[in-house]
């Protein structure tokens, strides 16, 4: 089946601090994978993605790469800002068939920056 | 970029009531709509996919005569929940794919059923 998994948080770092999150996933076909974020409050804005094996997402000083080989799409950011506090979400899209379109949602990672 | 509206973006309601939830693409024709549940610290669940002009399909465990959801055009999809409980408080969001098959999200919908 079709299933992400982050690292749980919450993550609490200084300002300027390099981040990681870490993100695996499990798929059938050829998934797109994705990074949401989650402001308080609000609903999900995409942060990157990527649609291939080796494609690098980045968006807004974060960077993801899609390595097919540990089927993995971690998010990193070299030096975070009390503006990047929020919710993170890892996801997948499997294009095909029924489940065309459909996303599946890591639990999310609760990052908070102090300054 | 595309936009999606929520309508309301709160609502409390009183337990037995029914409440409508509207998702609008703004500027953009959606043939699918998803609708999702978030709880408290934990990630989004599908409820159910909505595509226009026919039933929505609903995910395993989501009564669909509790949460009727209606996508009468391309730009519109409501979700009702009909004879709300305490239990069905939580933090409503849609999403809209477009064409090209992007999803964007509405900003959500807090309930509270009292």
């Known amino acids: 089946g079709n299933s992400v998994t982050q690292m749980e948080g919450p993550v609490t770092l200084s300002e300027e601090a390099f981040l990681t999150i870490n993100c695996t996933y499990t798929a059938t076909g050829y998934p797109s994978l994705f990074w949401y974020v989650q402001y308080p409050g609000e609903g999900l804005q995409l942060l990157l993605k990527a649609t291939k094996a080796d494609d690098k997402g980045s968006n807004k000083g974060f960077e993801a790469t899609y390595r097919k080989e540990t089927t993995s799409f971690h998010l990193e950011k070299g030096s975070v800002q009390v503006s990047d506090s929020a919710v993170y979400f890892c996801a997948l899209s499997v294009d095909r068939g029924s489940t065309l379109g459909r996303l599946y949602f890591g639990r999310g990672t609760q990052l908070t920056v102090w300054p | 970029g595309a936009v999606v509206s929520q309508h309301p973006s709160r609502v409390i309601c009183k337990s037995g009531t029914s409440v409508k939830i509207e998702c609008r693409s703004l500027d953009f024709q959606a043939t699918t709509m998803f609708w999702y549940r978030q709880f408290p610290k934990k990630s989004l669940m599908l409820m159910a996919t909505?595509?226009?002009?026919?039933?929505?399909?609903?995910e395993q465990g989501v009564e669909k005569d509790k949460f009727l959801i209606n996508h009468a055009s391309l730009t519109l999809s409501t979700l009702t929940v009909t004879s709300a409980h305490p239990e069905d408080s939580s933090f409503y969001i849609c999403?809209?794919?477009?064409?090209?098959?992007?999803?964007?999200f509405g900003p959500g919908t807090r309930l509270t059923v009292t």
């Open positions: 909505s595509n226009e002009g026919s039933k929505a399909t609903y």
């Open positions: 999403s809209a794919r477009d064409r090209i098959n992007e999803q964007y």
